[in-house]
């Protein structure tokens, strides 16, 4: 029971790097900026996302 829902909790961390990953591609940033944070997201999935949310860049506004 333990592990599942440690699985759930990764799939849910899964989806908000990917969709931050988007948001960062999207983003009107340089291309040193977006590698930054693309490398930041990928090696410190949590700490990568919660940094990128308070100070990423952000993607095109809706």
Do not use: C, E, Y
């Amino acid at each position: 029971m333990m592990g599942m829902k440690l699985g759930f909790f990764g799939l849910l961390i899964l989806i908000a790097d990917v969709w931050s990953l988007v948001n960062v591609f999207q983003s009107p940033a340089s291309t040193a900026s977006k590698v930054f944070w693309i490398v930041l997201i990928l090696v410190l999935p949590i700490a990568g996302l919660i940094i990128w949310l308070f100070a990423g860049p952000r993607g095109k506004s809706w």
